[in-house]
């Protein structure tokens, strides 16, 4: 007879214990069974595409197929606010995002850090890689052969993004040169103060001179798709204003299109803050208003954000930024270029570079894009 452990007795099972007990055992299992099964649904990575029928789910998920990240292929969803494509891994973490009516893709990648000691004691430590797309995002494009091919050489890819371009102007940054001698990166400093910013534009009249452009900064005339060629001012070499550092980095650094002036005829970036703030380039993440706005959670690396300043009457936008994400103190931190400053900067000199709180910029924010 075997052995029953302490505590334990025997006892005969009649017909109806039995029947009892077989009952018992049959329901547990069932139990058993429907644990497992809602625990599968439950799952991160088995779970629905939210916001999508059970058809259009099997289509998303099978535009996976032939684009793998490093672990496996990959699954595309869509959410909202704004509008949006973003790609997970098989453990269903999001390795990147591409926003509906936007060229701005942002990857994960590996982390990095940017910092500034000289004007601030935090840094900013990211894995988003800012890119541009060769094209406007729209819904579905995960499944256009031009998209595969861009994706698979960018994954990982550690070549400079929109962020690393950025910081090639701040104080200390090294100088580099073009094989036809045309130095295109290195410190910048602002637009300079000079008797001639009071200009006459004709007889009794004046006007302040705009400031420095791009090509101010790399010293060598440009023409525009428009046929109109900019001239640099010498006075301004190794310059440049808020905008100008945007169209430095996104546009002749990146390959954004780029606008000879103010205008709402072509598709290129426009010259001044205001005129970009107003424009139909990217998606507004954050609407222009004349107030602050509540929240700003949806802003993402690499989106312009748009400041309004004493300098320019009737609530204009006077200055631009670009947005980095959470600095190492939780705070959102943005780079501009500001005189204050004396150039590009995500540091706190001549301003907190903060969107959060009650410092001049953060109180002036006014709207944001993604080009």
């Avoid at 998920?61 to 959410?79: C, H, N, Y």
């Avoid at 550690?158 to 950025?166: C, G, V």
């Avoid at 005189?339 to 944001?368: C, E, F, I």
């Amino acid at each position: 007879m075997k052995r029953l452990l302490p505590g334990i007795r025997r006892f005969p099972l009649t017909k109806n214990a039995a029947l009892f007990l077989v009952t018992a055992v049959l329901l547990a299992a069932s139990y058993g069974l429907t644990l497992q099964l809602r625990h599968r649904t439950d799952s991160p990575a088995a779970s629905p595409i939210s916001q999508a029928s059970q058809a259009s789910q099997a289509s998303l998920a099978s535009t996976g197929a032939g684009i793998r990240g490093r672990t496996g292929p990959l699954r595309f969803e869509r959410i909202g606010n704004p509008a949006r494509t973003v790609a997970r891994d098989r453990r269903g973490t999001v390795i990147a995002t591409f926003t509906d009516g936007a060229r701005t893709a942002v990857l994960t990648g590996p982390s990095r850090t940017f910092a500034e000691p000289r004007t601030t004691d935090v840094e900013v430590v990211s894995k988003s890689w800012v890119r541009l797309l060769p094209k406007t995002w729209t819904r579905g494009a995960e499944r256009s052969g031009w998209f595969r091919t861009w994706l698979r050489s960018r994954l990982g890819s550690r070549d400079p993004d929109i962020l690393a371009t950025a910081f090639d102007y701040i104080a200390g940054a090294p100088a580099r040169t073009t094989a036809a001698g045309v130095k295109y990166s290195g410190a910048a400093r602002y637009t300079p103060s000079t008797p001639g910013d009071s200009g006459r534009a004709g007889p009794g009249k004046s006007k302040p001179r705009t400031g420095s452009d791009f090509y101010d900064y790399l010293g060598i005339p440009w023409t525009f798709p428009d046929t109109v060629t900019r001239r640099p001012e010498k006075d301004r070499a190794r310059s440049v204003d808020s905008s100008g550092y945007v169209r430095l980095v996104y546009g002749y650094r990146s390959g954004f299109p780029l606008n000879s002036r103010d205008s709402a005829a072509g598709s290129g970036l426009q010259r001044t803050p205001d005129a970009i703030a107003h424009g139909r380039l990217g998606v507004p993440v954050i609407p222009l208003t004349d107030r602050r706005p509540a929240v700003i959670q949806q802003l993402q690396p690499g989106d312009l954000v748009f400041f309004r300043t004493q300098e320019l009457p009737g609530g204009r936008i006077g200055h631009i930024g670009i947005y980095l994400g959470l600095d190492t103190a939780d705070h959102p931190r943005f780079i501009s270029s500001r005189k204050n400053a004396g150039g590009p900067t995500m540091g706190d000199k001549g301003g907190t570079s903060r969107v959060d709180g009650d410092g001049y910029y953060a109180q002036g924010l006014r709207a944001a894009r993604r080009l």
